[in-house]
């Protein structure tokens, strides 16, 4: 489940009261009613915080996506894992790949099994500068291994044997590009793709990469991948057509429904600049909205309130980009 909400019990995950079991990180947490938004404007602030930190809010990208995944997975909703087989969830940075998969890593999570604790899906993302040992211990820590990896092991059968000991149906890479493209050496690109269907040979584990876009024209010119019935799908940002500015929209009353204020903080009102600074990409709106929110929540507000979007912004506005976004700038003096 990578860093998502590891550190809370399921007692500090859940909000209680008239939210009942809902957890922190629920798409189904929603502050709809005066009722709901009073309740939760009195919560303790750290809870508060973490609210905002994984909200978590439905919109049709991201339905896309989880269908995909789900469907990866287990192809039969009542049926068994599909298992052995390689796939992609590819699309530019910030289209919401990673909260996909931590999202369907968490409706999945570790249980005591017969043999042990199993972990039918293992999230994890990788870097640059990978090696076989820094995936081995990044699928240790993935997997609560309490042993660590000695020197005499070898890192990459440790990690097919771990993911096979905990049972794993699903294995996703994220960014797995930094595991082929941008690597010191074509010998270590050749180690990871390695390691890859080390784990796919085994017959028993399907191989998930999340990333790059051209994750895709790697994969479908390696036999072994296509071998294994690599299929994807490409998440992309709203544009600006009408059809889609109505979608967005939308996006941003689903994302205020959710934000753990007194009163609603009408993000819609502000739909053109979010536009104009996200691309349509939800990855760079949640940017603002998180941070907007935590100045908020410092300032004991009922909402977020525009000064407070501007501040947000300020800081995350490329330095060569002269837009003002929110009237974040400082009023010319005549």
């Known amino acids: 489940m990578g860093n998502f909400l590891v550190a809370l019990t399921a007692e500090e995950r859940r909000i209680g009261g008239m939210f009942g079991d809902l957890m922190i990180g629920s798409p189904d947490l929603v502050f709809d009613t005066p009722e709901k938004r009073e309740a939760v404007s009195k919560l303790l602030t750290w809870k508060r915080q973490l609210v905002v930190k994984y ?58 099994g017969e043999t042990g604790v199993e972990f039918p899906v293992v999230l994890m993302s990788a870097s640059i500068g990978m090696s076989r040992r820094r995936v081995g211990e990044r699928i240790r820590r993935a997997t609560n291994a309490s042993h660590r990896i000695l020197t005499r092991d070898d890192p990459g059968e440790w990690s097919v044997d771990r993911l096979l000991k905990c049972k794993t149906q699903l294995f996703v890479l994220d960014e797995s590009q930094f595991m082929f493209f941008e690597q010191r050496t074509s010998y270590i690109a050749q180690e990871m793709y390695g ?129 003002n976004y929110f009237g974040y700038k400082p009023a010319r003096r005549s």
Do not use: W
């Open 195 to 323: 390691m890859v269907k080390d784990i796919l040979d085994t017959g028993m584990i399907s191989v998930l990469l999340v990333g790059h876009p051209d994750i895709d024209k790697f994969a479908f010119d390696v036999e072994s991948f296509r071998r294994r019935g690599y299929r994807s799908e490409t998440l992309k940002p709203l544009t600006s057509s009408p059809e889609d500015k109505t979608l967005f929209g939308d996006l941003l009353r689903s994302i205020d429904r959710r934000l753990p204020f007194r009163e609603s903080s009408e993000l819609h009102n502000y739909r053109n600049h979010f536009y104009l600074f996200s691309g349509g990409q939800i990855g760079f709106v949640m940017n603002v909205v998180t941070e907007a929110a935590y100045l908020a929540l410092n300032d004991r507000s009922a909402c977020i309130l525009v000064h407070h979007l501007r501040e947000a912004v300020r800081t995350m506005v490329k330095p060569d980009d002269d837009t």
């Open 55 to 112: 909200l978590r809010v439905p919109y049709h990208t991201y339905n896309r996506g989880l269908a995909m995944v789900a469907r990866f997975h287990r192809p039969i909703g009542d049926g068994l894992a599909n298992l052995g087989v390689a796939g992609g969830l590819v699309g530019e940075p910030g289209c919401g790949k990673s909260v996909i998969c931590e999202t369907y890593a968490s409706m999945h999570p570790p249980f005591d």
